[in-house]
């Protein structure tokens, strides 16, 4: 620790390599790979989810619709600026703003290595940013990708004003913190985990000043949220419906996607990884191994997988790969920070390392990014192609009905189960009020009858289990919402497409393997009358 400035001495590994040394080569080409994937993704994701449909949608309708995504204004306000600019006019479009955004995590890791150690990423970058999952999910047209790069920046902000104290560094590290939630709520919980790393740090050299400089940032980050207390709490009743029991079980499954690329194996490369931070950082608090650097990353690392946990459970969604996102780049980061640039003979040992690392993730990283977000976008053309206009067609997820609705070219009438009135977002509310009528199903079984005696086709998209057994209407009381439509109510159009469908033709099985699941269905074709027996 200098004593007249209060900063702390940077570890001898710190120390700026020159800008032609191997080091610096192998970080340029990991970022070329890198742009190249995100390039090759963007020719192979297909069309747009339901999610990535609602997030366009909230960002066309301007300023009054983006308080009602389920994310705060910062990304939803770029893409609408993306839009008033005439640039997302097409998929295509959109896919790029989604690129750019997924970059934006690569860009954040030069960013902070410069601000930690004034060198290139190594760790980062072949670890994280190459990471074919991170690629696939933080491209997409959600907040994930962008809201990864902000916790990234917010944690290398905070090592900076530990390091560098001053007005300048503190604005650096506040405004990261506030641009870190803005993007994500659950960003909240890993700014708490970098605030507790970096006054654990203060604490240890008796630093108070600076620790409350590090409180009053994270403060002032929390304090941006309020305009958002009604928002959070609409979200939280109409939402009410896709909660479910939170499993830390499935929660650990779906950060082991992430972690576990491009083997299975790299679970245990990162576990032993930040265990190393973990150890380093008890043999730190000895005066004779002191490192800081391992401490905050440490404190941050176990604060923010708790405090993001708790997040999740509170929050009570049916967790995702994609949730853990920003967890993943803050680990990052944190390993950038801690861990050794080695020298001589190991410093070479390193290189090869992540040279294989990289090269083996390219090989994986092509089958991963051939997977398409949806088909439902080439079940809406199919069946537009097809159909005739006294037609009718059903797509038996209401929430599908977003995706089939944006690509749906054709006269004739459609509708979800249950029926809904709008299909631009995701409407709980109309949801809930169709899963209250019993009696929400006559009018669609009605317009199947009137088809199919009619001479006229039912174009069902959803698989059709002739074997179901349940004619009961269904009422909606509590618990998981997909149990209850994607049994009982379906189960209904089952039965009656049994009973009186005379020929029911599979047009797309919907068992595509470079479609994700999330979103992949199959095409019937239900023709002719037949009489109850």
């Keep these: 620790m200098n004593k007249m400035t209060g900063t702390m001495k940077p570890i001898s590994d710190t120390s700026s390599a020159p800008r032609r040394s191997p080091e610096w080569f192998l970080a340029v080409a990991l970022t070329a790979a890198i742009v190249l994937l995100h390039g090759y993704f963007l020719t192979r994701a297909g069309g747009l989810w339901r999610d990535e449909i609602n997030s366009v949608s909230i960002a066309r309708g301007g300023w009054s619709q983006i308080g009602q995504d389920s994310f705060p204004f910062l990304f939803p306000t770029l893409l609408h600026v993306w839009i008033a600019l005439g640039l997302g006019g097409t998929d295509f479009g959109l896919r790029i703003f989604g690129a750019l ?31 074919a999952w991170v690629i696939y999910y933080d491209t997409s047209l959600r907040a994930y990708g962008l809201g990864s790069a902000m916790i990234a920046l917010c944690g290398g902000a905070a090592w900076n004003f530990l390091e560098r104290p001053g007005r300048k560094s503190w604005v650096l590290f506040a405004l990261t913190a ?65 909660r479910t029991d939170f499993n830390y079980r499935n929660a650990i499954t779906d950060l082991g996607t992430l972690l576990a690329f491009p083997l299975a194996q790299f679970f245990w490369v990162w576990s032993a990884l930040v265990g190393w931070v973990v150890l380093r950082a008890v043999v730190g608090l000895f005066p004779k191994w002191l490192d800081d650097r391992a401490i905050f990353s440490a404190v941050t690392l176990v604060v923010g997988f708790f405090t993001f946990m708790i997040f999740l459970r509170a929050a009570n969604f049916f967790v995702q790969p994609w949730y853990f996102l920003p967890l993943l780049a ?8 801690s861990l050794p640039r080695l020298a001589g003979k190991f410093r070479s040992l390193l290189w090869g390392g992540v040279l294989a690392t990289a090269l083996v993730s390219g090989c994986f990283a ?12 080439t079940l809406a053309k199919k069946v537009s192609a097809a159909a005739q206009e006294k037609d009718f067609a059903i797509v038996k997820r209401w929430t599908f009905g977003i995706t089939f609705d944006r690509y749906f070219d054709h006269a004739c009438n459609w509708t979800t189960i249950p029926p809904v009135a709008d299909h631009t977002l995701h409407r709980y509310d109309q949801f809930a009020a169709a899963m209250k009528n019993s009696n929400c199903m006559v009018p669609v079984l009605a317009k199947v009858a009137v088809a199919l005696r009619s001479g006229n086709a039912v174009w069902i998209v959803g698989n059709v289990d002739l074997s179901a057994n349940t004619n009961s209407p269904t009422t909606f009381t509590s618990g998981n919402w997909s149990d209850q439509t994607g049994y009982e109510f379906n189960n209904q159009l089952n039965n009656y497409l049994s009973e009186h469908g005379r020929e029911i033709q599979c047009i797309a099985a919907g068992t ?20 109850s027996p």
């Design 101 to 131: 955004a997924g970059l934006s995590l690569t860009a954040a890791f030069w960013l902070v290595a410069w601000w930690l150690r004034r060198l290139p990423p190594l760790w980062s970058l072949v670890l994280a940013a190459l990471n």
């Design 366 to 377: 092509v089958r991963v990014l051939d997977y398409r977000f949806t088909n439902l976008d």
């Design 512 to 531: 595509n393997d470079d479609v994700n699941f999330n979103e992949r269905t199959a095409l019937f074709k239900v023709s002719g009358w037949k009489e």
């Design 178 to 242: 506030i641009l870190s939630v803005q993007t994500l709520y659950q960003n909240t919980a890993l700014v708490a985990a970098i605030c507790a790393g970096a006054c654990a740090v203060c604490v240890r050299q008796k630093k108070i000043k600076l620790g409350v400089g590090i409180f009053l940032g994270g403060l002032v980050a929390a304090i941006s949220l309020l305009p958002y207390a009604h928002s959070i709490w609409g979200i939280t009743r109409s939402s009410v419906l896709v």
């Design 330 to 337: 803050l680990a990052a980061v944190s390993l950038e920070n």
